[in-house]
């Protein structure tokens, strides 16, 4: 690519969940590049039906094109997710609006602890096209009783 402006100029990787991970900059063309400062937003989601009390532990397998969860029904509450890249491929583990998952290399792994209300959630990787070939699926969330 050749510039023919000084300046400074902004790039961004278009995949899901890539800009959120971090694929993101800024590049300076003949002038220092401008800081880009990245800015963790902690988000809190409410439910009008109530969190139960339940804490649950799922195990979560990735591997090329598909998850294995240790549990796909879950009573509403506390539930913890230990999530490892058992494939060769570098993907996430999204759970629909509640927590994007961060990119795994083979071997990582990633834990985090949500409140569920009562509902179905989905859950998907948002490499591109990963959720088309088979990584996307349904957690089930039930009433603690």
Known sequence: MTFKKKGSYRYVCDIPGHAAAGMKGSLGVAVAPKTTTTTTTTTTTTSSAPVGTAQTTI???????GFTLSQTTVPSGQVTFVVTNNG????????????????????????????????SYTYQCDVAYHAQ?????????TPDT
């Open 59 to 65: 195990t979560v397998s990735m591997f090329e094109y």
């Open 88 to 119: 060769q491929e570098i993907p996430n583990f999204d759970l629909e609006t509640i927590h994007a998952g961060t990119l795994l290399n083979p071997g990582q792994s990633e834990t985090f602890t949500v409140s569920l209300a009562p509902r």
């Open 133 to 141: 070939y088979g990584m996307i699926g349904q957690l089930t969330v």
